[in-house]
C-alpha cells in the first residue's frame, strides 16, 4: 500500500525566509507524487507534481520539489516565503494499484507566515 | 476555460436526511473523483466515475452513491446522514484518453461544506 507522511502539522516562518515542507512517502513501485495548495474556505490548488522525468520539480508561485528516491523524500521549499503563502499545503501520492489514479494524501502542513 | 465548479457552497442538514451534491467537471475533463475532508484532515478518495459508470471506490459504505450524466457533470448522494459526514467534498476533474492513468492531473473545486446536525 502507497503512503504519505507530512512532518509538521504546522510550520511558522518569517516572511523572506526559505521555506520547507516535509513529506516522506511509502512505495512499492515508483510513485508518482504531488503538492497541492489550499487556501481558507477553498479547494484544492496543484502546485506540481513528480511524474519520473527530472526529479527537480518546480512548479508555481516560486516553489520547488525534489524527489529522492534514497530518502524517500518529496519536500516542498521556496527560498522568500511571503504572506500570500500562508495556506494548508498537502502532498499526495498517486495510487497505482487501482485504475483510478485515485490521490493518498497526507495529513497536511499549516503554513503560518510572519509579517 | 471554465474550472471545476461545485454546489451548493454550503449546506445544512439533520440526521438520518438525505443530501446530493453536484459537480461540473472542467471543460474538457471525462473523469470525476469525489473526496471527502474531514477537518483537520486530507482528503479522502470516495469514488470516482468515468463514463458514466463508477470506476472504483474507497472506504466509504454504499449509502454514499453518485452519478455521471453525458455533459461529464457529477452527483455525489449520500442517505441516512450522520454527524460524522460533516465535512468538505471536494470534486476533482480529469483528462483520460485511453484509459485512466496514475499520471493524470486532478482539478479541484472549492468543494461544498456539509454539517450535520
Known amino acids: 500500500a502507497q503512503s504519505v507522511t507530512q512532518l509538521g502539522s504546522h510550520v511558522s516562518v518569517s516572511e523572506g525566509a526559505l521555506v520547507l515542507l516535509r513529506c516522506n512517502y511509502s512505495?512499492?513501485?515508483?510513485?508518482?507524487l504531488f503538492w497541492y495548495v489550499q487556501y481558507p474556505n477553498q479547494g484544492l490548488q496543484l502546485l506540481l507534481k513528480?511524474?519520473?522525468?527530472?526529479?527537480l520539480v518546480k512548479g508555481i508561485n516560486g516553489f520547488e520539489a525534489e524527489f529522492k528516491k534514497s530518502e524517500t523524500s518529496f519536500h516542498l521549499t521556496k527560498p522568500s516565503a511571503h504572506m500570500s503563502d500562508a495556506a494548508e499545503y498537502f502532498c499526495?501520492?498517486?495510487?497505482?494499484?487501482?485504475?483510478?489514479?485515485?490521490?493518498?494524501f497526507g495529513q497536511g502542513t499549516t503554513l503560518q507566515v510572519k509579517p | 476555460e471554465t474550472g471545476v465548479t461545485q454546489s451548493p457552497t454550503h449546506l445544512i442538514k439533520t440526521r438520518g436526511q438525505q443530501v446530493t451534491l453536484r459537480c461540473s467537471s472542467q471543460?474538457?475533463?471525462?473523469?470525476v473523483s469525489w473526496y471527502q475532508q474531514a477537518l483537520g484532515q486530507g482528503p479522502q478518495f470516495i469514488f470516482q466515475?468515468?463514463?458514466?459508470?463508477?470506476?472504483g471506490r474507497g472506504n466509504f459504505p454504499p449509502r454514499f452513491s453518485g452519478l455521471q450524466f453525458p455533459n461529464y457533470s457529477s452527483e455525489l448522494n449520500v442517505n441516512a446522514l450522520e454527524l460524522d459526514d460533516s465535512a468538505l467534498y471536494l470534486c476533482?476533474?480529469?483528462?483520460?484518453?485511453?484509459?485512466?492513468?496514475?499520471?493524470?492531473?486532478?482539478?479541484f473545486g472549492p468543494g461544498t461544506r456539509l454539517t450535520v446536525l
Open positions: 476533482a476533474s480529469s483528462r483520460t484518453s485511453g484509459g485512466i492513468t496514475s499520471t493524470d492531473t486532478q482539478y
Open positions: 512505495s512499492s513501485v515508483p510513485p508518482y
Open positions: 513528480y511524474t519520473s522525468a527530472a526529479t
Open positions: 499526495a501520492v498517486s495510487d497505482h494499484s487501482s485504475n483510478t489514479g485515485k490521490l493518498i
Open positions: 471543460s474538457g475533463h471525462n473523469t
Open positions: 466515475y468515468y463514463r458514466e459508470e463508477e470506476n
